[in-house]
């Protein structure tokens, strides 16, 4: 069954420090890949995708990923956080098409983003 | 542009009612989804919709629930006999198919009590 591990609960970063978020899955094949953003009270909304092709993939807000298959991660990076960057970020998979299985998205546990001042 | 909608954003029942929550996926999209979030907890996926019939469902979904699509627009979940386990974040998505992402909506927030 595939599965997404997101190893850090909460992290604190101050504000214009660099981010990095970790994501970790396990699947068969390479699946395709998603971060999703939630703020509070709010609804998810999609910072990036990976299906195939270039492992660095840009997204909104400033957020890019990168997919390393080697490491079966697609961490979440920010050169430059903002206050209003503060959320929870969740790391999702769900199979290739025409791979078959369950096709609905799998997620982590999230990871509670914190801003200093 | 386009969004997925969700009504209501909370609703209050009592253990043992019905409840529908309802969505209006994107007008073009052909998969339709259901996922829930117990407060404080990871998103999980409930049950997926394709061309008039459930496609997978997981061991959450059991008989309690069902989904529908009415009328082509509409897509609701019911939970037939609500359980104080059944409060959380009931997400609704779309895809227009697998080749793209899920548009989630708002989510309606669940309380039994």
């Known amino acids: 069954a595939q599965s997404v591990t997101q190893p850090d609960i909460h992290i604190t970063v101050s504000e214009g420090a660099s981010l990095e978020l970790r994501c970790n899955y396990s699947?068969?094949?390479?699946?395709?890949l998603f971060w999703y953003v939630q703020s509070p009270g709010q609804g998810l909304q999609l910072l990036l995708k990976?299906?195939?092709?270039?492992?660095l993939v840009q997204g909104i807000k400033g957020f890019e990923a990168e997919f390393k298959r080697s490491q079966s991660s697609f961490n979440l990076r920010k050169p430059s956080v903002h206050w209003s960057d503060a959320a929870e970020y969740f790391c999702?998979?769900?199979?290739?098409?025409?791979?078959?299985?369950?096709?609905?998205?799998?997620f982590g546990k999230g990871t509670h983003l914190i801003i200093q001042p | 542009e386009p969004e997925v909608t969700q009504t209501p954003s909370h609703q209050v029942t009592q253990m043992g009612q019905e409840v529908i929550l309802r969505c209006v996926p994107i007008?073009?999209?052909?998969?339709f989804y259901w996922y829930r979030q117990i407060l404080g907890q990871k998103v999980e996926f409930l049950v997926s919709?394709?061309?008039?019939?459930?496609?997978?469902k997981s061991e959450i979904f059991d008989d309690q629930f069902s989904v529908e699509r009415p009328d082509g627009s509409n897509f609701t979940l019911k939970i037939r006999s609500t359980k104080l386990e059944d409060s959380a974040m009931y997400f609704c998505?779309?895809?227009?198919?697998?080749?793209?992402?899920?548009?989630f909506g708002p989510g309606t927030r669940l309380t039994v009590t």
């Open positions: 999702a998979v769900s199979p290739p098409r025409g791979g078959g299985g369950a096709d609905g998205l799998t």
């Open positions: 699947y068969g094949a390479t699946p395709y």
């Open positions: 990976y299906f195939s092709g270039d492992t």
């Open positions: 007008s073009n999209h052909l998969y």
């Open positions: 919709f394709y061309n008039n019939e459930i496609s997978e």
């Open positions: 998505a779309s895809y227009r198919d697998r080749a793209y992402e899920q548009y």
